[in-house]
Nanobody, 131 residues
Framework: QVQLVESGGGLVRPGGSLRLSCAGS????????IGWFRQAPGKEREGVSC???????YYADSVKGRFTISRDNAKNAVFLQMNSLKPGDTGPYYC?????????????????????????WGQGTQVTGSS
């Protein structure tokens, strides 16, 4: 069965940290870009970070300096380390594999990634901020 499986979500206080994992099953990740997305209640799904097959990484401005994307090709997995979490970071987080090894950026080199560029998605893992 082809699937991406996220894990690592949970309840976290502002300023806390979580590490999300995305494991591929029946699907290889190393030759594709992998993206992380999140969807706040009542809002559209937004891109958080993207990592190309060559290891280059890109981040949305809202998480730059706080989140770090990485991959372990031997484990066929991608990770998202989230530090200094804020209430606005709450929501389900999804990993996705791109159709092709996309650039993850616009012509200026800034992060740019949209859901239509991905054809395999995980089921999501919930990140919830607590007071």
């Amino acid at each position: 069965q082809v699937q991406l499986v996220e894990s690592g979500g949970g309840l976290v206080r502002p300023g806390g940290s979580l590490r999300l994992s995305c494991a591929g099953s029946g699907i290889t990740l190393d030759r594709y870009a992998i993206g992380w997305f999140r969807q706040a209640p009542g809002k559209e799904r937004e891109g958080v970070s993207c990592m190309r097959s060559d290891g280059s990484t890109y981040y949305a401005d809202s998480v730059k300096g706080r989140f770090t994307i990485s991959r372990d090709n031997a484990k066929n997995a991608v990770f998202l380390q989230m530090n200094s979490l804020k209430p606005g970071d709450t929501g389900p987080y999804y990993c996705a594999r791109s159709v092709v090894d996309i650039s993850c950026s616009d012509v200026s080199g800034a992060y740019y990634s949209t859901p239509i560029e991905y054809n395999y998605w995980g089921q999501g893992t919930q990140v919830t901020g607590s007071s």
